[in-house]
Nanobody, 117 residues
Framework: QVQLVESGGGLVQAGGSLRLSCAAS????????MGWYRQAPGKQRELVAV???????NYADAVKGRFTISRDSAENTVYLQMNSLKPEDTAVYYC???????????WGQGTQVTVSS
């Protein structure tokens, strides 16, 4: 089992910045992917950005150039720096951990990000 604890959500004006953090604990394997997904009201959950244990990243087109994902592997923590936020970025953001060995997947409890216009 892997536990994920998220922090950093909140309310910000359009054009502002927020930084999300997610700390993983438990049965952490070296080969994994951590990342962020989001779900807006009435919409499906969608990928925002992910980063592998080797440092490879993948971003949704909607956030490229504005969001940056990074990780501290020693602390099993992933970060999402969100700049130039837009009202359409408003959603619940969920941390995700995927074990490469058996593809087991874990989710955080979610943190609300609200961007006002």
């Amino acid at each position: 089992q892997v536990q994920l604890v998220e922090s950093g959500g909140g309310l910000v004006q359009a054009g502002g910045s927020l930084r999300l953090s997610c700390a993983a604990s438990g049965n952490i394997v070296n080969s994994n992917t951590m990342g962020w997904y989001r779900q807006a009201p009435g919409k499906q959950r969608e990928l925002v950005a992910v980063i592998t244990s080797a440092g490879s990243t993948n971003y949704a087109d909607a956030v490229k150039g504005r969001f940056t994902i990074s990780r501290d592997s020693a602390e099993n923590t992933v970060y999402l720096q969100m700049n130039s936020l837009k009202p359409e970025d408003t959603a619940v953001y969920y941390c995700n951990f995927r074990n490469h060995w058996d593809s087991s997947t874990y989710w955080g409890q979610g943190t609300q990000v609200t961007v006002s216009s």
